[in-house]
Each structure stands twice: as C-alpha cells, then as structure tokens.
C-alpha cells in the first residue's frame, strides 16, 4: 500500500504539473479555471491529464479571442466541466482542512475524523462558491455582488455537498474498514492517497447533481 500510494500521489503532483506549463501557454477563457484543472490534477492523475487534453484544453494560444463556436461541445463534458469546476472548491477545501487538522485538532463528538470533516464541508462552501462567484462575475461583469453571490449558493450548494458525501463516505470506509484504528494518519502517504480516491468517488456522486442542476436551468453549462 505504501509503494501504491506514493506512485500515485506522485502521478498526481506530474499531472498537476503537466496541466499547469500548459496553462502557461494557452490559459483558459475562463480564468478560475486555470485554478480547477491544476486541482484536479492532483487527485485524477494520468485521468485528468486526458481530460484536459481531450476536451478541457483551450484551442487558441494566449492573446487569441476564442470563437463562439469553440466553445460548443457534448453535453456530458459539458457536465463533467461544471462537476470539476465544483470539486475543485471542495478539493481545495480537503486539503486546507485536513492540514489544518494537523495543528488545530478539531473534534465533534470526542473524533477528530468528523471534526475534520466538518472543517472540510465549511470550507468547501466558502471555496466552492468563490470559484463560483468568480466564474459567474467574468460571466456578468455588471451584475450586483450580491445577486452574483446569490446565485454562485444556489449553482453549487448541493452539487458541492454532493461531493463532500462521497468524500466522507470513502473515508469512512478506509478509516473503519480498509484500515485499523480510524485510518492512516494525515500526515502519511496512505492518507493522502485514500483522499486522492475520496474525490474521485466524489465526482462521480456530484457528476448527476450536475446535471440535474444544468437540466433546470439552475446552473449554466460550461
């Protein structure tokens, strides 16, 4: 396991790597976006790399405006985008948290497993709607902050705490059943991967949320 995990924390830090000297060069239109293929970088590994490359990746070089018809692509990338865009708050959040936890040791309940937990899911609402706002705010420059704040709540709330579910729920069963004694320690390789697997099935339980929410027009496609 301990072998396992490093190769794929370092498979995760290349492809973060590999996506960010890319950005370099042809950044995203929209600019927090930059941010998000670099985070899921670190979790989805070689995954994240074909996904950038596939359907991600900006097709004009810095400078150059992007044609509308560019921006045109099938409907489940365009979920996909919007479920990293989310993810890529609660990621940020995951990694805060649990370091965090490190030095403030947080409880709920005599455990330091849910008190991280409850630190991660605050701060993926903060993360998750600021890189909302912000997407939101390029979208509609003129838009009053606080209807844009409104609206970044309502495109992400459950999408993101979708997300956070599937983190816990994995992290549950490493700390309970794949490992004795609550899990491996935050400081350990083993952690950080079973956190890198945490958001993958996070993905996939916020991917349909995503979709429900673009099917009701209560959050754009990307």
């Known amino acids: 396991m301990y072998t396992v995990a490093n190769i794929s924390i370092a498979l995760g830090l290349c492809s973060a790597a590999i996506i960010a000297i890319d950005l370099v060069r042809r950044p995203q239109q929209m ?15 070689i995954f994240g790399v074909w996904a ?3 359907f991600g990746r900006n097709k004009t070089l810095r400078g150059v405006k992007m044609r509308s018809m560019d921006m045109k692509r099938p409907h ?3 979920v996909a985008l919007s479920t990293l865009h989310c993810g890529a708050g609660c990621t940020l959040a995951d990694i805060v948290g649990e370091l965090l936890q490190l030095r403030v040791s947080l409880t709920v309940g005599g455990s330091l497993l849910f008190g991280g937990w409850i630190m991660d ?3 993926a609402l903060a993360f998750g709607v600021g890189f909302q706002y912000l997407a939101i705010r390029q979208m509609n420059p003129d ?4 209807k844009v704040i409104g609206r970044a709540v309502k495109a992400d709330f459950l999408s993101l705490t979708a997300w956070q579910v599937g983190m816990c729920a994995w992290m549950s069963l490493a700390a309970f059943v ?18 890198q697997i945490a958001m993958a099935v996070g993905f996939f339980c916020s991917y349909p949320v995503n979709a429900a929410l673009i099917k009701y027009g209560v959050k754009s496609a990307m």
């Open 121 to 123: 899911y605050v701060l």
């Open 178 to 195: 794949l490992f004795a004694g609550g899990g491996p320690s935050r400081d350990s390789a083993q952690f950080w991967f079973m956190m």
């Open 52 to 54: 950038y490359f596939a």
């Open 31 to 45: 600019t927090v976006m930059n941010v998000v293929w670099i985070l899921s970088g670190l979790w989805s590994g």
């Open 76 to 78: 489940w990338q365009s």
């Open 143 to 146: 838009m009053r902050s606080g």
